[in-house]
């Protein structure tokens, strides 16, 4: 029992939060209800007043920075962001973790979704609307790119900000703001 406690807190957690977010989020979304059903498995967030937040797996518990980092690059893992909003981190080419987060939440009707690693994109289920890997729309029906978010490593924590300034992708101010 304690061996396995131990052994779940290593690299197979995020493998297994991966497929427990993704696998929940696939589910979900097809009753329409894929949102309201993820934050019920996120406690409450953590806050220093200025919205930052450690990124926490679907427990609660703080994600060690090196059990993302130890993925090879190009991963996208599934993470608690932002209040509870299921969110993707990304492994970047020289195995530091992207700066920007996005958030897994269809801007058509508020679908989750998992990345598709082949096809390079973000695919919705509910109406077919796609995203490239920065979350920019491809396809509709959804016609505003994905939420992003600030992401900082700092020591073995990763911490996740709002991204209120110029949205880098579209040269505009951002439309959550
Ligand atoms: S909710 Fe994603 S395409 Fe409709």
């Known amino acids: 029992m304690g ?3 131990l052994a779940y807190t290593t690299e ?5 939060l991966l497929n427990f977010l ?10 329409g209800a894929a949102y309201p059903a993820l934050r019920y498995f996120v406690p409450p967030q953590e806050g220093d ?13 703080p994600i060690p920075a090196q059990q ?3 993925e090879p690059p190009g991963t996208r893992a599934l993470i608690a962001g932002l209040a509870g909003e299921p969110t993707y981190l990304t492994v970047d080419a020289d ?3 992207n700066s920007m987060a996005i958030v897994d939440n269809c801007t058509h009707l508020g679908c989750t979704f998992p990345w598709n ?5 973000f695919q919705c289920p509910c109406h077919g609307s796609r995203y490239n890997e920065q979350g920019n729309v491809l396809r509709g029906p959804a016609n505003r790119p994905l939420k992003i978010a600030h992401v900082e490593v700092k020591g073995d924590r990763i911490w996740l900000s709002p991204w209120t300034e110029t949205d880098p992708r579209t ?5 959550w703001v």
């Open 12 to 16: 197979k957690d995020v493998r297994q």
């Open 3 to 5: 061996t396995d406690d």
């Open 171 to 175: 040269g505009e101010r951002p439309w």
């Open 49 to 61: 007043g200025s919205g930052t937040i450690v990124a926490k797996d679907q427990l609660g518990n």
């Open 117 to 121: 690693a082949s096809a390079g994109q």
């Open 95 to 97: 195995g530091s973790l």
């Open 22 to 31: 993704t696998g929940a989020t696939v589910a979900v979304a097809a009753g």
């Open 68 to 70: 993302i980092l130890s």
